[in-house]
Nanobody
Framework: QVQLVESGGGLVQAGGSLRLSCAAS????????MGWFRQAPGKERSFVAA????????VYADDVKGRFTISRDNTQNTAYLQMDSLKPEDTAVYYC??????????????????WGQGTQVTVSS
């Protein structure tokens, strides 16, 4: 089992940066792919980025590609989401999640078994 706690959210001006962290407890973090999702008010939760547990391969949603960077430190049981060049439309609650299904499902929300409680990111114009 994996328990996840996000931190690092806050209020930032457009063009600014934030770094989200996702601290994991449990012995299976090192063998879990990790993903970040977000949910804006009135919208469905959507995929942002993910990183594999072993190869470090990363995938991104098109609207964050080139601006966001996902990484992980298995020695610290922590995943990160570096967010640069933030836009007002990036405003959302950001969730990290752990994935232990086939890698081809890594963009699918229902393929993730464990979720954090979320952290609010607000980007002002």
């Amino acid at each position: 089992q994996v328990q996840l706690v996000e931190s690092g959210g806050g209020l930032v001006q457009a063009g600014g940066s934030l770094r989200l962290s996702c601290a994991a407890s449990g012995r299976t973090f090192g063998s879990s792919n990790m993903g970040w999702f977000r949910q804006a008010p009135g919208k469905e939760r959507s995929f942002v980025a993910a990183i594999s547990w072993n190869t470090g391969i990363t995938v991104y949603a098109d609207d964050v590609k080139g601006r966001f960077t996902i990484s992980r430190d298995n020695t610290q049981n922590t995943a990160y989401l570096q967010m640069d060049s933030l836009k007002p439309e990036d405003t959302a609650v950001y969730y990290c999640a752990a994935h232990r299904r086939p890698i081809g499902t890594i963009r699918q929300m229902d393929a993730y078994d464990y979720w954090g409680q979320g952290t609010q990111v607000t980007v002002s114009s």
